[in-house]
């Protein structure tokens, strides 16, 4: 059977990705629907061989759609999922506008699959932070209960759109160029040769809301208040691909090895862990990459029962259009839509 799918936001960094990924999973696709706002009306992408139009993101344009993913930001989100579901479409959004809302599932389909079955039309996409951490999360917790997550990650500047890239691009060319950066760019700050402790916006008790995500996200993905998560998020200058440095307390110990043989049964994870052989996982080695990389993998030498890891993924990809296919894709698999 093949589906009506339309991707809002098909003209941004992650909606070209969802494109991109759609086509490679060969997800079974009747009509697909180009949808974004006003100014891309009319504009020719080209999908599964074929050219598409872009039209608007307004109600009309969603009747007869079965899945409707959305990356276009919170404020498209709020306004227009409601009106994509009364058209019948089941939603799958990447922005945070629902991702705490007790009636929308949130979910990484290698952790908590079976979340779809309760959805009231819209199913959130988690932050791309988050995914990857919970993936490399989930082995370790089906074997002994996570008490507790310490991360930091490095967050490439994809993670903040096109604009942040070019202007990282701008800075980077004036460095080459005057041996120093002049004009800063997306984040009021100089990111070339540089790294901001900074990612949205700051909140009371001084955590960004990219670190609160962190927190809550995983505590609902996991379905389980007690894995106590705390976060320092980080930009730095790299493309695409983030790292999370994350260390990880369990009520029984779970050594090295044995963290390493479950990570290589788990689902969406690759380990590259040989510091021997000077592996390890890089951000420039997910450019292609649909797996989360996991590696440093090592027993704490300051607690018992504690284990760091280095976990890097691609965050357009699995963290945000290959996860929301993911979830189109379990949609099917558990005969949801
Ligand atoms: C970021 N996680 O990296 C946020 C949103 N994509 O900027």
């Keep these: 059977e093949s589906y009506n799918v339309a991707v809002v936001g098909a003209m941004g960094v992650v909606g070209r990705e969802m494109m991109a990924t759609l086509e490679r999973r060969k997800f079974p696709i009747a009509e697909f629907r180009p949808l974004d706002i006003p100014a891309h009306e009319g504009k020719i992408v080209e999908f599964n061989g074929k050219k598409c139009t872009v039209k608007t993101a307004n109600v009309e344009n969603f009747k007869d ?21 009364k058209q019948g479409a089941i ?36 932050n791309c932070s988050t995914i990857q951490m919970v993936v490399a999360l989930k082995p370790l917790q089906d074997c002994s209960k996570i008490k507790r997550v310490i991360v930091s990650t490095y967050q490439a500047v994809s993670g ?30 100089q990111i070339a040769m540089n790294c901001l402790p900074h990612i ?54 779970i050594s090295a090895d044995k963290a390493r043989e479950l990570f290589k049964a788990a689902p969406g994870l690759l380990v590259v862990d040989n510091p021997a052989e000077v592996e390890y996982p890089v ?55």
């Design 65 to 85: 759609i079965d899945i409707a993913i959305f990356s276009a930001g919170g404020d498209a989100s709020l306004a227009l999922t409601p009106k994509a579901v």
């Design 91 to 126: 939603v799958i959004d990447n922005s945070s506008a629902w991702r705490m809302d007790p009636d929308c599932p949130l979910v990484v389909p290698e952790v908590n699959p079976e979340d779809v079955d309760w959805h009231n039309g819209i199913i959130a996409n988690p």
């Design 160 to 189: 903040s759109g096109k604009a942040a890239l070019d202007g990282l691009d701008a800075e980077i060319k004036e460095y080459v160029k005057y041996g120093k950066v002049k004009t800063v760019h997306a984040y009021g700050k």
């Design 200 to 253: 949205d916006v700051f909140q009371e008790g001084g955590y960004t809301k990219e670190e609160l995500k962190m927190v809550n996200e995983t505590k609902k993905i996991m379905k389980d208040d007690s894995v106590n998560v705390t976060a320092t998020c980080v930009r730095i200058p790299v493309i695409y691909g983030h790292s999370e440095s994350i260390n990880v307390e369990t009520e029984k110990k």
């Design 283 to 337: 951000p420039c080695d997910s450019d292609n990459e649909d797996l989360t990389m996991v590696g440093r993998i090592r027993e704490d030498n300051t607690k018992d029962n504690a284990l760091n890891m280095w976990v890097v993924s691609n965050n357009i990809r699995k963290g945000a259009a290959l996860n929301a296919v993911q979830i189109a894709e379990t949609l099917l698999e558990r005969g949801i839509v």
